[in-house]
């Protein structure tokens, strides 16, 4: 890049999840290899559940709480912790022009009044008239407000004040890994100069137990480390919050900001998925950014899920590194489709700032001890069904 | 030969493809003749039964079969059909191989009342269905084609395959204004220089029973159920509602630089972007109205013109009580004492409310009128609201020309865009 003002600098990091609240929880936690799992409420799959937290503190009026559902309280949390840690709460003249890319999914269902009407139906000779009526008057109508994607962002902006801009991006693991590219291209090419980016899932959800099973993608009888989930693998669906502050190096200094990491070269792609497709377009990200790397001071934080045949395709991807360390969140924090790539970049640039990374948690042996100095970390993003992406996270 | 580059320096995004659907029809000849003669495209649901609904009309496309019956196969086909038409006008590109990226809004998906009712035949245990007995039900392989359909990534991918798009599609909303923001998105991409083209596109297919009755439960639709083509009537005393409607409106953008190498037709240019998010409230807008002024005055200031330049408004005009008092007064402040004398329909009188595909649509035929020197009106304007005191074409359509226009689309989670399109590049 020509103009180093027009870097794109972490300087706010919101994170919630089973590990906990913040950094410093979130850090702790993965040195010391601890894993939250339920394994009861929906056995034979697991989720990680979300950690302790006091919604109160982030979002003060109970009426908002109240109008929100739990991904939206998630996501809201973790929006004003990353505020917080850019030292932006209540800071109306940057907040009123700080735009925003939300990664999200929808909202949780009325699981009740589905099953209510579902076993309404076999007793009646007219199911649409039933529908029709049941859905009038059971269902809440400020629901729908709590089911739309867009209105995790409407919540930000009421609760917090981020009133630049507000987009709302979908499609799985593919939404976090564009919203983060988008905001870092805008903040590159001048077209923005600080964004909020990030995302929120709730995996205790019975509907979106269903989607996922749909294809038989989650991981059955107890969990186990990403790459150690044998010939089927299978998802664990993880409760978390994560978005970051990025905004220009320029925008940064002058306002005396704490610089967490820098972001560069954020790609996504979409192969068609195909035997070897995901391994590939790997080689192909890793090819574009290859001669930025150090290795003695880089690894690579892998956004493997845990589905194959995509974990296995990565796997592959990842051998032929040379060595370079590498560490799969998705062991400690679960799987969290559009919050996927947020959280990972914000964990990377978390261990950027300790210059150190944590422990290895994988009997295969793909992920080897790291005692180097660590400076560069890729952030890799291979989704479930799809959304495959990379992004290089420099200390800063 | 004249510029490429704006004011900015930015490099000029024109239009060089457009394509259209809706309740109206496929196509924008269709479209077009529909929509200048004051048709409506509003009439009964009969896709589902609406017993027990205060709500029964829509702007469905029902001329159009897809197996399932669910908003993201609508929604494909719909998109499928516009990016068709904008692709094969544009010219651009080969078959199956788009020269840039696919920004595509969308409305959110999940799995919907037949499928559920499915599954539920399979879950059953004494007469009871448990969503235990649904996942387990969901995992038996039967359903797995329901993964395909049902995630929010779909959509894009479908028309990413078919047509050849660059890179990973991006799926987005902002809700009623998820159209208008594909194109911003676009816009952006081509002054950043990342390309020289991009494929932006709005669809929607979501009149089913649950997305009807959920706005109905906000009370945002009009229950002027007969005569259904009278229902949307934007800016009367009498408005009530918006109607929902389905449809999806397609562009081709492109660098002038680019359209001129290639000698493509030039349709329009997008000149500037604005937006502004509202922090007042999930579904009202701040009473101040503020952050619509703000984003229009963003878009002319982005487009480097003045409230002067603008002679048509495309606005959002739903036909409800407060976003045609809120965006009339918005235009008020802006345009001052002009806005009396700016000719501002709104298209929704006749196909109703896109949704998520509207800020598309309506670019297109803002970009029509634009061309074709003719304003659609707005019709059911029978009862005026003396606090709208503006030009809203009533009735009947309009010569009139324009060097530019802007485009209004708002939502709800405080979510407003406005584009300013110009004629030929300045």
């Known amino acids: 890049m020509t103009d180093a003002t027009r870097d794109a600098c972490i300087t706010g990091i919101g994170i919630i999840t089973c590990l906990g609240e913040g950094p410093e929880a979130t850090w702790q936690k993965l040195n010391s290899g601890e894993i939250n799992v339920d394994d009861k409420t929906y056995a034979p799959f697991s989720i990680h559940p979300l950690g302790p937290v006091d919604f109160d503190k982030q979002i003060p009026k109970k009426g908002d709480q109240r109008q929100m559902e739990a991904w939206q309280r998630i996501g809201t949390y973790a929006a004003g912790l990353a505020i917080d840690s850019a030292g932006l709460k209540g800071n109306t003249e940057i907040l009123s022009r700080t735009d925003m890319i939300v990664a999200a999914g929808g909202g949780e269902r009325d699981t009740a009044v589905d099953t209510t009407i ?24 400020t629901l729908f407000l709590a089911q739309l994607s867009n209105l995790l962002a409407g919540n930000i902006s009421i609760v917090h004040g981020v009133t630049g801009s507000s987009r709302t991006f979908m499609g799985e693991e593919a939404a976090g890994v564009n919203a983060v590219r988008i905001a870092v291209s805008r903040i590159n090419a001048g077209q923005s100069e600080i964004a909020l980016v990030g995302g929120s899932y709730n995996a205790d959800r019975k509907e979106m137990m269903m989607l996922f099973e749909f294809a038989s993608s989650l991981l059955r009888g107890g969990h186990a480390g990403v790459w150690d989930r044998g010939e089927h693998g299978g998802l664990v669906p993880g409760s978390l919050g994560a978005f970051l502050v990025i905004e220009s190096r320029g925008h940064a200094e002058k306002r005396g900001a704490k610089i967490f990491a820098c972001i560069s070269d954020v790609m996504a792609e979409r192969p068609k998925r195909t035997a070897r497709s995901v391994t590939t377009v790997l080689q192909q990200m890793w090819q574009r950014i290859a001669n930025k790397i150090d290795k003695r001071s880089a690894a690579v934080l892998s956004g493997a899920t845990g589905a194959e045949p995509a974990t296995r395709e990565e796997r592959e991807f990842l051998k032929g590194l040379g060595g370079l360390p590498v560490r799969a969140t998705a062991t400690y924090i679960g799987q969290a489709l559009e919050a996927q790539f947020v959280v990972n970049v914000a964990i990377a640039a978390i261990a950027l700032g300790h210059g150190n990374l944590f422990p290895p948690h994988d009997k295969s042996g793909l992920e080897q001890p790291m005692s180097d100095q660590l400076k560069q970390v890729v952030v890799t993003s291979v989704g479930y069904w799809r959304g495959e992406g990379m992004a290089l996270i420099r200390a800063a | 030969m004249a510029a490429t580059r704006d004011k900015a320096g930015r490099p000029i995004v024109v239009v060089t493809g457009m394509g259209v659907v809706t309740s109206l029809g496929a196509g924008k000849t269709e479209n077009w003749q529909k929509l200048t003669a004051g048709q409506s495209g509003i009439r009964s649901i009969k896709r589902f039964p609406t017993t027990g609904l205060k709500t029964t009309i829509a702007g469905t496309v029902d001329f159009i079969d897809v197996d399932p019956v669910c908003a993201p196969t609508l929604a494909t086909r719909f998109a499928d059909l516009a990016v068709d038409e904008a692709v094969s006008q544009s010219g651009i590109g080969s078959k199956g191989n788009f020269p840039g990226p696919l920004f595509l809004a969308v409305a959110p998906v999940e799995i919907e009342w037949p499928q559920r009712i499915d599954l539920a035949g399979a879950a059953m245990t004494k007469g009871q269905v448990s969503y235990e007995g649904i996942v387990k039900a969901a995992g038996s392989g039967k359903y797995a084609k329901y993964n395909d359909i ?27 204004a998820s159209g208008a923001t594909a194109i911003q ?13 991009a494929l932006c596109v709005g669809t929607d297919g979501s009149v089913n029973a649950e997305s009807l009755i959920r706005f109905s439960l906000l009370s945002a639709l009009s229950t002027s159920n007969n005569p259904p083509e009278s229902a949307s009537k934007p800016f009367s005393k009498n408005r009530d509602g918006f109607v929902m409607a389905e449809g999806a409106g397609a562009l081709v953008l492109e660098s002038l630089e680019s359209a001129n190498t290639r000698g493509a037709k030039i349709l329009g240019v997008l000149a500037g972007c604005g937006e502004m998010a509202d922090a007042f409230h999930r579904t009202r807008s701040s009473p101040d109205g503020k952050p619509i002024i703000g984003c229009i005055r963003n878009a002319l200031d982005d487009a ?93 359509a309009r010569d009139a020309s324009a060097r530019y226009a802007i485009s209004n689309s708002f939502g709800f989670g405080g979510q407003n865009v406005s584009l300013v399109m110009a004629r030929e590049p300045a």
């Open chain 1, 118 to 141: 579902l076993s309404a139906m076999p007793a009646t000779n007219d199911p649409d008239k039933l529908l029709n009526e049941k859905l009038m008057s059971d269902l809440r109508p």
């Open chain 2, 150 to 176: 049902f995630l929010f990534g779909s959509v894009a991918d479908a028309i990413a395959d078919k047509y050849g798009t660059q890179g990973s599609p991006i799926s987005l909303s902002t809700a009623c």
């Open chain 2, 185 to 197: 998105l676009g816009v952006e991409a081509i002054r950043r220089g990342e390309t020289d083209a």
């Open chain 2, 304 to 396: 480097g013109i003045t409230p002067q330049d603008i002679e048509y408004i495309n606005p959002h005009g739903t036909g409800t009580p407060e976003n045609d008092k809120m965006e009339s007064k918005g235009v008020m402040t802006v345009f001052g004492d002009r806005a009396k004398s700016i000719p501002m329909s709104s298209n929704k009188s006749m196909i109703g409310h896109t949704l998520s595909a509207a800020g598309a649509v309506e670019a297109v035929f803002t970009l029509l009128t634009m061309e074709t020197g003719r304003i659609p009106p707005t019709i059911n304007y029978n009862t005026p609201d003396p606090d709208i005191l503006l030009d809203v074409v009533p009735n009947k």
